[in-house]
């Protein structure tokens, strides 16, 4: 299917109407400290935002979080753009970009952020994903080898999580409920809080596992986690760091936030990392 591209400068508020006419949620007042100039690019026929910093022969592009929106990176993409290109997204469905049709999953937004590049005259990137974020930054890494020549997981989804037996009744009694023209059981807060089309999406992003093709990527590899991490135990990193040839993993103070709790840590290691691996790539 040809995606549709092209690149625009329009203000933050000169968005398209399909934010309105697919979710009518309200939205938060945009987070910009920094006062980064946000622009958009047309992908697929739909506006998406991004911030563009820096001048350097080298690209980083910053993948956020579900919920989260390019701001989560602004700190350390203030700190990095002295040496590199730096671009932080607002992935379709958060931040200032519109929401995605609802048959979108993990390889659409990967597809989405292949097109950005292309737009951006961007021939290859370091990708820095924090949860779903990195995700996307896998899918890259694996099916995207051209653009995507080094990888940055932080606390990141994308390894079926260990269910308790009472997880699977839950979910054998939705679906009778369901089946039987009842509402049903109330899903996680992440989930009730989206509106419905981005619902649809939010069971297809976390119900993609990706552990199989984790030994298919063949990039230098780094991955920050968080010690007391709940959303994304600690099982999920060493399991990333088995199946990933080469990884590098770097423990941080604090949850699944550890990049912004522990902000010093991470900024430190992720510039010796990026020096480390730069003639590599």
Same mark, same amino acid.
């Given at each position: 299917?040809?995606?549709?591209?092209?690149?625009?400068?329009?203000?933050?508020?000169?968005?398209?109407?399909?934010?309105?006419?697919?979710?009518?949620?309200? =939205?938060?007042?945009?987070?910009?400290?920094?006062?980064?100039?946000?622009?958009?690019?047309?992908?697929?026929?739909?506006?998406?935002?991004?911030?563009? &910093?820096?001048?350097?022969?080298?690209?980083?592009?910053?993948?956020?979080?579900?919920?989260?929106?390019?701001?989560?990176?602004?700190?350390?993409?203030? =700190?990095?753009?002295?040496?590199?290109?730096?671009?932080?997204?607002?992935?379709?469905?958060?931040?200032?970009?519109?929401?995605?049709?609802?048959?979108?999953?993990?390889?659409?937004?990967?597809?989405?952020?292949?097109?950005? &590049?292309?737009?951006?005259?961007?021939?290859?990137?370091?990708?820095?994903?924090?949860?779903?974020?990195?995700?996307?930054?896998?899918? &890259?890494?694996?099916?995207?080898?051209?653009?995507?020549?080094?990888?940055?997981? +932080?606390?990141?989804?994308?390894?079926?999580?260990?269910?308790?037996?009472?997880?699977?009744?839950?979910?054998?009694?939705?679906?009778?409920?369901?089946?039987?023209?009842?509402?049903?059981?109330?899903?996680?807060?992440?989930?009730?809080?989206?509106?419905?089309?981005?619902?649809?999406?939010?069971?297809?992003? +976390?119900?993609?596992?990706?552990?199989?093709?984790?030994?298919?990527?063949?990039?230098?590899?780094?991955?920050?986690?968080?010690?007391?991490?709940?959303?994304?135990?600690?099982?999920?990193?060493?399991?990333?760091?088995?199946?990933?040839?080469?990884? =590098?993993?770097?423990?941080?103070?604090?949850?699944?936030?550890?990049?912004?709790?522990?902000?010093?840590?991470?900024?430190?290691?992720?510039?010796?990392?990026?020096?480390?691996?730069?003639?590599?790539?």
């Amino acid at each position: 299917m040809a995606r549709n591209i092209g690149a625009s400068t329009k203000t933050e508020h000169n968005l398209t109407e399909n934010r309105k006419n697919i979710c009518e949620k309200p =939205q938060k007042n945009p987070r910009n400290p920094f006062g980064f100039e946000r622009k958009f690019a047309k992908i697929n026929n739909r506006n998406v935002s991004y911030f563009s &910093l820096g001048n350097g022969e080298k690209n980083i592009v910053f993948l956020h979080g579900w919920g989260s929106d390019a701001s989560a990176f602004f700190f350390v993409a203030k =700190q990095l753009c002295a040496k590199y290109r730096v671009v932080a997204i607002d992935f379709l469905g958060f931040g200032q970009s519109d929401y995605p049709p609802d048959f979108y999953g993990v390889k659409e937004y990967a597809a989405d952020v292949a097109s950005l &590049l292309d737009v951006l005259h961007i021939k290859a990137a370091t990708f820095v994903g924090h949860s779903f974020g990195g995700r996307v930054a896998i899918e &890259l890494a694996v099916y995207y080898p051209q653009i995507a020549k080094r990888i940055v997981l +932080v606390d990141s989804a994308g390894i079926k999580p260990k269910r308790k037996p009472s997880y699977y009744f839950k979910v054998f009694a939705h679906k009778i409920l369901k089946k039987l023209g009842k509402r049903g059981l109330k899903g996680s807060s992440d989930y009730n809080a989206l509106c419905d089309e981005m619902k649809k999406v939010f069971v297809r992003v +976390v119900n993609y596992n990706q552990k199989r093709i984790l030994n298919k990527i063949d990039v230098p590899c780094a991955i920050f986690w968080g010690k007391d991490d709940k959303e994304t135990p600690l099982y999920m990193y060493k399991c990333f760091l088995k199946n990933i040839d080469g990884a =590098q993993g770097f423990l941080l103070n604090g949850g699944h936030f550890a990049f912004v709790e522990d902000k010093v840590t991470f900024g430190l290691i992720l510039s010796a990392f990026f020096e480390e691996t730069d003639e590599k790539i």
